[in-house]
């Protein structure tokens, strides 16, 4: 009758430990992974291409920020996406006169209310 007792606590104890494992090593890649990211920029004169992709499989809203330097002027454009599942996308951002430079590119998905860039 021990014995049968100490393998029914061995099984618990590997079935409570392998359950942990599973929630410590699961939560992390969902909580990693953004439904959208972004693929690469390109700059062509005032014109700043940003390549965006909906990594679930489900439909996002997504608006890209992007901050430029035009002139001597950091300067804001805001591109509002809607994107199917999977899909890949370019978003055009414009500015005035021609990009010296990126300063910063990023993603928000969703709809917000936020008037803060990041």
Excluded at 13 to 27: E, K, M, R, S, Y
Aim: glycine letters at 10%; hydrophobic letters at 50%; one cysteine or more.
């Amino acid at each position: 009758m021990r014995n049968q007792t100490n393998r029914s606590r061995f099984s618990m104890a590997v079935a409570a430990a392998l359950g942990i494992l599973g929630v410590t090593l699961g939560t992390p890649a969902f909580a990693v992974m953004s439904p959208v990211a972004v693929v690469s920029t390109n700059v062509s004169g005032g014109v700043l291409n940003v390549t965006v992709k909906n990594n679930s499989f489900l439909p996002q809203i997504a608006t890209v920020k992007v901050q430029a330097v035009v002139g001597d002027t950091a300067v804001w454009s805001f591109v509002p996406l809607a994107l199917l599942p999977g899909q890949t996308i370019v978003a055009g951002a414009g500015f005035a006169a021609n990009v010296s430079s990126v300063v910063k590119v990023g993603i928000t998905c969703g709809l917000t209310d936020d008037p803060s860039p990041y």
